[in-house]
């Protein structure tokens, strides 16, 4: 299954979905564990308020 270039059965696909989805649950865990960016929350970041007249 590595040197084939692309997944050629079903559950090869869901394999390698469920590898690609744990890279990514894994390199994202440390700023979500940090909290970056530092001093806001996920809501609020990007600050798309101060594009929106009349918010806040």
Known sequence: ????RYPETGRELVIVFVVYLAIFVVLS??????????QLGWSDWPPYWHFIQGAR
């Open 29 to 38: 865990l440390a700023f979500v564990l940090l909290s970056w960016p530092p």
């Open 1 to 4: 299954m590595l040197r084939k």
